[in-house]
């Protein structure tokens, strides 16, 4: 489990960034306590949405259509 500022030196983004994508692509996450913990397949989704953000230059909303039309809706 990746705490979220491991997580977001990993992807080289900021830490409210690392939240804001949490929330906006729906990456499962855990608690303990007042911390955000991450599997390792969370940050393998969370590399997909710096792709397709980032290097793709997808806005939100079509990143989040493109990963539903790759996850058949089971994202």
């Known amino acids: 489990m990746l705490r979220i ?7 080289d983004v900021t830490i409210p960034t690392v939240r ?3 929330s906006a692509f729906h990456i499962p ?3 303990q306590g007042n911390q955000r913990r991450y599997r390792q397949d969370a940050l393998g989704r969370l590399r997909l949405v710096k ?3 980032y290097k793709e ?3 939100i909303e079509h990143a ?4 539903q039309q790759l996850s058949s809706g089971a994202w």
């Open 51 to 53: 792709q397709l953000l």
């Open 20 to 22: 804001f994508w949490s």
């Open 5 to 11: 500022g491991d997580v977001a030196r990993e992807l």
């Open 29 to 31: 996450l855990e608690r």
């Open 64 to 67: 989040r259509l493109h990963i």
């Open 57 to 59: 230059k997808y806005s």
